[in-house]
């Protein structure tokens, strides 16, 4: 009994009931008439396209700048990245590997300003983090008004002003990685290769990343900032690294992202990326200043099966679609059990 | 806690439950149909004269011929009637009347009030469907307030994230 | 002034914290209008016998208190400090506890407005009734008036002088109706000298209109001058209680800090034993500190000029708050600070706590959990991490230099070796630095400093907070570290016997100056003055009787 | 004195920027003066008190009450009530304000035990606890409503038989409030009635600023420890400050929407908050220190800035989402600044405040020289 209190304990009642629910859609699917095959291609799908996002606010977590509700401007670098290839007329791999590129550039410099900025909050991050991300969302939305785009693909046929509010990358390097190995079994079972291994390799870079010295160096700042500082750290440069790296895996991810839905959405589509992800991080096991890699698979992968799951079970059964309100309820009521969870390390 | 302050507490509560009944009584809207159409009282047949000039609660009066029906709203329990006669006998009628709570909609015919007939006869249930009514007009007019703002973003509900 | 009843009698307080005893069969009695100096070491029981009087909390929770207090010839056992305070005690504390953003009479009415009555009473409660200012301010001026002093009631906290605080802290308790006994803890450490001399004469005059007072003090010369009687509390016990009158300070000093004869000769001998090996004066200076300034919370350096010399082990002691701890953390660049450090002939740079590091001095920090370790990681990180990032130790180079690679392996070998060498109790390298004891934290906060080979080591409070046998193991360690590998070590302690039979030589911090530089052979009683802070002349005359 | 000028300034720089930017914009927009302050007259008396609901948590130390929204749920719910019984009038309004409090009481008792929970994260907690409890709100409106909990009126239904619809108009209770003292001035419509709730409104906080519990509020703001340590029940009275907020809010959204005239169920009460927050920043308000004044100013100066931005906008470029673009800049980024100012100023005055021990300047060096060894 001991034990199973102390397991409850340690992996979070939310989390077990999370668990629970999701194992119990599995179960249903086939009585209701689910397509099991076709739902879990569909949650590996969902894997691919949201797994470098959730993947991107390790960093964060780790040098303990909390959750990282600024992930937009990520977001932002990705998109920038993304319109910009195409306007260059890059297409196919080139155009995706361009897209990158520039992504990473922009990234780069978003977050060596973002991180100048959290490290003058100390403390505030996270409520500046949001809205530090929404005013830039609604800055880059004026930006996509102004700026001189000229590929027609991308601009308003006539009448309007600047970009489309949702561009579709179909021609240029829509499903490059989705479609590439593809192993297809049967109708309904498809297995995202590319993506996952896109998603499989930056788990790794993260990986060894934090067996670097630098990366043990920003995971003792989030542990004890005062025991790094003794030890000679910099801590500030520390974070504003974290907060690169995560600000350019956060371009990354909304590139793989776009990639497999098909479209970039511009203006206010960026505004609450970060949100799933950081609920999905926070059910894998996650702290506001602890995450490792299986917390980052395990979440992905809970959050992503609830999302594919919910929705057609509660069709097929009720015949109600409540996923939408079942989505709010459990990521926010993640985060809100995080946030009021006393952390280990005070402070 | 005192059994004074107890004793005070559950008069705030009751006073407040005693409110709501009241505002529940006085506030109880009512779709009132001020109807010409001749009617059967006693055994006795009304007919509303050729013009005639309505006004409820002192509104503005509407004029009406016979065999017409026009709708007014109205909120509470006792309303006053106006009624202008333009044709033949000029005369003006105004008579006050009550309706249950819970009527939703009222037929209240002219001819049974102008004929004098016994005021429980004035008012009757309307069983009819209810009109239809656009809501979509109410809403140009607040184009550029930041709530019209706010709805027409799509993504604006919490932890939105697009779905393929 | 002498009352025929007393108003607080304390009848044999004992106390121990898990089966550690820190206050024994401690008596004495408060008449009114009586100044009682309540003097003694940090961790003589002072705070403990305040805590006790008080009915906080945690005595309850570790298992209450022996012996009986009678305060107004009734026997009290308050459960919670506010029964102490509605019996009328009152309760001046080191730290200010006052409102910022508030005015003096707000403050001194904090939380016994006076009320205008309204009916909104009875359904809301006794809470929706506004205050009734002029009242307030009229009850504040009275409390300012039995004071002696002139506050303006309407002026915000944070707008004043630090003495004004001080007083309005005073003037809070007396404004409670019935109160009979004020209890101020170091009521005089942040005031200047015209500041505390004022003060000592309210508290002269409030004794006059019959109310009793207990004052806590470091400073020896104010207890001997304001007070009636002083009661010297040590180890836990009640040591003396004599009159102030015709004692001196360096008496009560003498009293504070003195030894048992067998220990004291246990101490003179181990010293004596080694004055040997210790003969400094030869050898050249390693560190030389000069002008140094550290600003740390509750341990400010002013001015502190030392030097060390190459292979020594240097002591530093001194009173809590007087700024001991503050000199280690500030040369380690740990707390702002400023002034000259040399290390070898050339000067370290200040603020840098990597700087530091790179000129091989190392730090065991007196705050274990907060700066000493990372508490959610394994040992062998914690161990291994600064020689890591300071001196690329346990790292592989792949890539061709490209990236450096934690080693994992090597950090847990580095472990497993210190984890034998200072008998560390602990499942292995990997268990959590949180889940160890104190005394095996500390180990490893010794541990990390020792895989630096460090040519200086600052060792701040070692034995804070550890049982005996720790204690005695981690001295050892200290001392054979310094004859093998001829490391300086300077050692930071507030326990004097402990630095006495350790150390060579110990400078003694008081307001953030050194008071004075002893041999470790020196009598306990001039430490005993130093600390104390007695005045110029008498320093002198220790100084000279000490050599 | 100096920096107390400087400071001065800080406070004041966001309504100087703001008046500076509207001087600009106004006639840019080319909008009539006329319509202009008909407009702010209108938008004073819907949303005013809303705004004044925030104050009370800020004299609390609770920061900007991001969880107002729940009370803006409540008025909804209240709403939906009145609409479905088909009470109308004033009558009509004050009922739903009682049924909303009940409801806002238990939600701001929520709201305030979950923030004791996070002390120092109040906000980001208050901002996902609104997130959260709107699930539970569409769960109620979309699933519940019609469903379990009856509602008479199939107009207000979906057309699959429960759930509210998107869209309720509130023709029974429409502008009565704001029309109940018909007051015209230079052909101007003032909200006479709403004004005069509003000023009583805003006697309320005063007064509620000089009783015990608002003197325990202004405390435990300021020094949580002290406070409790003087006996102040500071968890209870966070508490008092956050349910007390979640009424005024739910009444405020009220008065929000009998001028609006319709609730657009599933979203009207979603940026409520953020609104509210952005004008009272704007009005020169911080995250520890917020007035009534702060309060009028702000609402003026916000809604302006709402009014004319796109029309500016659309003269400057052609776009009119340009200046919708621009507001939900403004909205954001001066919540962004007024916490990062608010951060910023906490560290420094930190390092202010220890200024005085940083010795190492001359007097302390020459004391030195008399000193020992």
Redesign the interface.
């Known amino acids: 009994m001991d034990s199973m209190k102390r397991f409850v304990a340690d992996f979070g009642l939310p989390r077990i009931i999370i668990t629970l629910y999701l194992f119990a859609l599995f179960f249903a699917a086939p009585f209701v008439g689910v397509n099991l095959p076709a739902s879990i291609s569909d949650t590996m799908i969902r894997i691919g396209m949201n797994g470098i996002m959730v993947l991107a606010l390790v960093p964060m977590i780790q040098s303990g700048c909390g959750l990282n509700f600024g992930l937009s401007l990520g977001v932002i670098a990705g998109l920038l990245g993304a319109t910009i290839s195409i306007e260059m007329g890059f297409v196919g791999a080139w155009g995706f590997g361009a897209a990158i590129l520039i992504s990473q550039v922009f990234g780069a410099v978003f977050g060596y300003g973002y991180g100048k900025l959290l490290n003058r909050v100390k403390g505030g991050e996270m409520m500046i983090a949001t809205y530090v991300g929404f005013s830039s969302v609604m800055i880059m939305s004026i930006a996509w008004l102004i700026l001189p785009f000229k590929d027609p693909t991308m601009i308003w046929g006539y009448g309007g002003t600047g970009l489309r509010t949702t561009i579709s990358v179909e021609g240029f390097w829509r499903h490059i990685l989705d479609d590439f190995l593809v192993i297809q079994i049967g109708e309904n079972f498809k297995f995202p290769t590319g993506a996952i291994l896109v998603f499989a390799a930056m788990s790794f870079l993260i990986w060894v990343f934090f067996h670097l010295k630098i990366g043990t160096a920003i995971t003792a700042v989030g542990s004890n900032p005062t025991y790094a500082r003794a030890s000679g750290i910099n801590i500030d440069r520390m974070r504003i690294v974290s907060v690169m790296m995560s600000t350019m895996l956060g371009a990354l991810g909304i590139i793989v992202f776009q990639q497999s839905f098909g479209f970039i959405q511009l203006y206010e589509g960026p505004l609450y990326m970060a949100f799933p992800a950081v609920a999905a991080i926070l059910i894998g096991g996650a702290g506001v200043n602890k995450a490792t890699l299986t917390n980052v698979f395990i979440g992905a992968a809970l959050y992503q099966g609830i999302l594919t799951m919910t929705p057609s079970i509660f069709n097929a059964v009720l015949k109600v679609d409540m996923s939408d309100v079942i989505r709010i309820i459990v990521s926010n009521g993640m985060i809100l059990y995080a946030l009021t969870r006393k952390t280990k390390v005070a402070k | 806690m005192t059994s004074r302050s107890l004793f005070q507490r559950s008069c705030v509560l009751l006073g407040f439950i005693a409110l709501s009944v009241y505002l529940f009584y006085i506030g109880k809207g009512h779709m009132l149909l001020i109807d010409t159409n001749a009617v059967t009282i006693n055994g006795k047949e009304l007919r509303s004269p050729e013009t005639i000039e309505v006004s409820i609660d002192g509104k503005p009066a509407e004029s009406m011929g016979r065999a017409e029906r026009i709708l007014v709203l109205v909120g509470g329990p006792k309303h006053s009637i106006t009624i202008e006669v333009l044709s033949g006998e000029d005369k003006t009628v105004e008579k006050q009347f009550t309706i249950p709570t819970f009527m939703d909609s009222a037929v209240v015919s002219v001819p049974a009030i102008l004929g004098d007939a016994p005021p429980e006869s004035w008012i009757t249930t309307f069983t009819a469907p209810p009109v239809e009514e656009a809501p979509a007009e109410q809403m140009q007019h607040e184009q550029d307030t930041p709530e019209a703002a706010a709805q027409a973003s799509p993504d604006a509900t919490g932890a939105g994230q697009p779905k393929p | 002034m002498d009352s025929a009843e007393p108003i607080l009698s304390l009848k044999g307080i004992g106390k121990s914290f898990y089966g550690n005893r820190v206050l024994a069969d401690v008596s004495f009695d408060v008449g009114a209008g009586e100044i009682i100096g309540l003097v003694g070491e940090n961790g003589a029981g002072k705070s403990t016998l305040m805590k006790i009087l008080f009915g906080m909390p945690v005595i309850s929770e570790t298992g209450g208190f022996e012996g009986s207090i009678y305060f107004n010839g009734k026997e009290a056992r308050f459960k919670t400090?506010?029964d102490a305070l509605d019996a009328g005690i009152g309760m001046v504390h080191q730290e200010f506890?006052?409102?910022?953003?508030?005015t003096t009479t707000?403050n001194i009415l904090?939380?016994r407005?006076s009320?205008n009555s309204s009916v909104l009473?009875?359904?809301f409660?006794?809470?929706?009734?506004?205050?009734d200012r002029a009242t307030m301010e009229s009850r504040a001026k009275s409390a300012i008036a039995k004071l002696g002093v002139t506050l303006d009631p309407n002026m915000l906290i944070k707008e004043m002088p630090v003495g004004h605080k001080q007083f309005t802290e005073i003037a809070r308790e007396l404004c409670r109706e019935n109160v009979k006994l004020i209890v101020l803890d170091e009521p005089t450490a942040v005031l200047t000298e015209s500041e505390a001399e004022v003060l000592l004469s309210t508290l002269r005059l409030l004794a006059s209109e019959g109310i009793a007072i207990i004052f806590i003090s470091h400073r020896l010369r104010e207890v001997v001058e304001l007070c009636d009687r002083v009661v010297v509390l040590r180890d836990g016990h009640k040591i003396e209680d004599f009159p102030a009158k015709g004692s001196s300070t360096k008496q009560i000093a003498s009293l504070m800090v003195g030894r048992s004869m067998e220990a004291q000769a246990k101490i003179d001998a181990a010293s004596a034993a080694r004055s040997t090996q210790s003969d400094s004066d030869a050898r050249e200076t390693i560190l030389s500190v000069e002008?140094l300034?550290v600003?740390m919370?509750g341990e400010?350096v002013?001015?502190v000029?030392?030097s060390v010399k190459k292979g020594e082990i240097f002591g530093i002691g001194g009173l809590a708050g007087q700024g001991k701890l503050g000199i280690p953390n500030g040369i380690?660049g740990?707390s702002?600070a400023?002034?000259s450090v040399v290390l070898n002939g050339t000067p370290v740079e200040l603020n840098a706590?990597?700087a530091?590091?790179?000129r091989n001095m190392a730090?065991v920090?007196e705050?274990r959990r907060?700066?000493?370790?990372?508490?959610?990681?394994g040992i062998d990180?914690n161990i291994a991490?600064?020689a890591?990032?300071?001196q690329?130790q346990f790292?592989k180079p792949i890539l061709g230099g490209l990236?450096?690679?934690?080693s994992d392996a090597a950090m847990s070998n580095l472990a497993e070796e210190y984890i034998k060498l200072l008998e560390i109790k602990c499942t292995g390298p990997g268990q959590r630095a949180?889940n160890l004891s104190g005394g095996n934290q500390q180990k490893v906060c010794l541990a990390k400093a020792f895989a630096l080979r460090p040519d200086v080591l600052f060792v701040s409070e070692p034995t804070r907070g550890i049982d005996i046998g720790a204690k005695h193991l981690v001295l050892d360690t200290l001392k054979k570290y310094n004859s093998e590998y001829g490391t300086t070590i300077v050692m930071v302690s507030s326990e004097l016997e402990e630095l006495r039979s350790v150390c060579d030589r110990i400078?003694i911090v008081y307001e953030g100056?050194?008071?004075?530089?002893l041999p470790h052979t020196a009598p306990i009683e001039d430490f005993g003055i130093l600390m104390a802070g007695a005045d110029?002349d008498e320093?002198t005359v220790a100084?000279v009787g000490g050599n | 004195m100096s920096s107390k000028l400087r400071n001065f300034f800080i406070d004041n720089a966001v309504v100087i920027l703001f008046v500076v930017l509207i001087a600009i914009a106004i006639p840019v927009s080319g909008l009539p003066g006329t319509f202009l302050m008909q407009e702010i007259l209108t938008r004073l008396g819907r949303n005013t008190f809303l705004v004044i609901a925030l104050l009370l948590p800020i004299m609390a130390g609770m920061g900007l009450n991001f969880g107002m929204v729940l009370g803006a749920m409540a008025g909804q719910l209240g709403l939906i009530f009145i609409t479905d019984w088909n009470i109308v009038g004033i009558p009509g309004l004050l009922l739903a304000m009682i049924i909303s409090l009940p409801i806002s009481v238990f939600l701001g008792w929520l709201c305030g035990s979950i923030m004791n929970l996070a002390k120092g994260r109040e906000m980001v907690t208050g901002f996902i606890l609104a997130f959260f409890m709107n699930g539970l709100y569409m769960m109620v409106v979309l699933y519940a409503m019609g469903s379990i909990i009856p509602i008479m009126n199939p107009e207000l239904l979906l057309s699959r038989g429960y759930g509210i619809r998107n869209v309720v108009g509130l023709d029974g209770v429409r502008q009565s409030l704001d029309t109940l003292i018909p007051l015209k001035i230079a052909g101007l419509n003032i909200p006479a009635f709403s004004f005069l709730i509003i000023a009583a409104v805003s006697y309320f906080i005063i007064w509620f600023r000089k009783t015990k519990i608002g003197q325990d509020m202004r405390a435990a703001g300021q020094d949580r420890a002290v406070s409790g340590a003087a006996g102040i029940p500071v968890e209870q009275t966070r508490i008092l400050a956050i349910i007390i907020s979640t009424v005024l809010a739910g009444i405020g959204q009220i008065i929000f929407l009998q001028n609006l005239g319709t609730i657009n169920t599933t979203s009207s009460h979603e940026q409520i908050g953020m609104f509210s927050i952005a004008a009272l920043l704007i009005g020169g308000a911080s995250v520890t220190k917020a007035s009534i004044p702060n309060v009028i100013v702000g609402v003026i100066l916000f809604h302006l800035l709402f009014l004319v931005s796109p029309m500016a906008g659309k003269n400057l470029i052609g776009s009119g989402m340009l200046g919708e673009y621009f507001r939900q800049f403004v909205s954001y980024g001066v919540i962004a600044l007024a916490l990062v100012l608010y951060e910023w100023k906490r560290v420094t005055q930190e390092n202010d405040s220890r200024a005085t021990l940083r010795g190492g300047g001359a007097p302390a060096a020459k004391e030195a020289k008399g000193g020992a060894a």
């Open positions: 400090p506010f506890s006052l409102i910022p953003g508030f707000e904090l939380n407005e009320l009473v009875d359904v409660g006794p809470r929706i009734s506004t205050l002008n300034w600003d919370p400010t002013r001015n000029n030392l380690m740990l702002p400023g002034g706590p990597r530091a590091l790179e730090f920090s705050d907060g700066v000493g370790l990372l508490l959610d990681e990180w991490f600064t890591m990032q300071v690329n790292l990236f450096l690679w934690r949180g400078a100056r050194i008071e004075g530089i110029r320093t100084l």
